[in-house]
């Protein structure tokens, strides 16, 4: 029972366009979403998070939208660059359990020259 | 600032030996999480410790595995006997809030990549 799904297992895109992941969740209980980045032989990086209190949370060239109602996140990032080539992987947690975090099985972006 | 540092980085054994992961998770965190990636099944959460306390073991598959925690700087995860199902990558994790993620994420380790033979 796979509660975040990340259906695209792998992604490219130009240099320079956005590159759009996705994600889904059919927990209702969770209300705090992260998006973690890993490069290959490295252990996977804090990327950027939304609480369910929110629909957008931006950083920079990322940004993360939640639709509560769809059960769905999505990261976008704008413009593509090549160090952005990497396993992206979405987690949720709930805030009234523990620390724990559900991760998807990650998305493989590769950006084209 | 050091991150977590798991040893080795790299074991290859051969089926049926005792395996030992370690871990040494960021100065001042106090909650420790690891995990396994495959594949099959993407990264999944083994166990984790909340001041050196196990509190949810329920991904630990076999009795085969088994964590400790004896200090607040040091953690193990053993498998005895290893299988090659076993082979993976183990990652260790370590935040710094307990009970609440939110604004404080999970800083992974490089991650042992383990073959069992």
């Known amino acids: 029972d796979q509660q975040v799904k990340q259906n695209s297992p792998s992604l490219s895109v130009q240099e320079g366009r956005i590159s759009i992941l996705n994600c889904d969740y059919t927990?209702?209980?969770?209300?705090?979403f992260l998006w973690y980045k890993k490069y290959p032989a490295e252990g996977p990086t804090f990327l950027i998070s939304i609480s369910s209190i929110k629909d957008k949370n931006e950083d920079g060239r990322f940004t993360v939208f939640l639709n509560k109602s769809a059960k769905h996140l999505s990261l976008h990032i704008v413009p593509s660059q090549p160090g952005d080539s990497a396993v992206y992987f979405c987690?949720?947690?709930?805030?009234?359990?523990?620390?724990?975090?559900?991760f998807g099985k990650g998305t493989r972006l590769h950006i084209l020259p | 600032d050091a991150g977590v540092i798991q040893s080795p980085r790299h074991e290859v054994t051969e089926m049926g030996q005792e395996v030992t992961l370690r871990c040494k998770p960021i100065?001042?965190?106090?909650?420790l999480f690891w995990y396994r990636q495959t594949m099959m099944r993407g990264l999944e959460l083994l166990i984790y410790f909340n001041n050196n306390v196990p509190i949810d073991d329920s991904g630990m598959p076999e009795d085969r595995f088994s964590a400790k925690m004896p200090n607040a700087s040091f953690s193990t995860l053993k498998i005895q006997p290893s299988e090659p199902r076993d082979s993976a990558v183990y990652f260790c994790?370590?935040?710094?809030?307990?009970?609440?993620?939110?604004?404080?994420?999970?800083?992974f380790g490089d991650g042992t990549r383990l073959s069992i033979l």
């Open positions: 927990n209702s209980m969770f209300d705090y």
């Open positions: 994790a370590s935040s710094s809030l307990q009970g609440r993620n939110g604004n404080q994420p999970q800083h």
């Open positions: 100065s001042g965190h106090n909650s």
């Open positions: 987690a949720a947690s709930r805030g009234d359990r523990d620390d724990k975090i559900i």
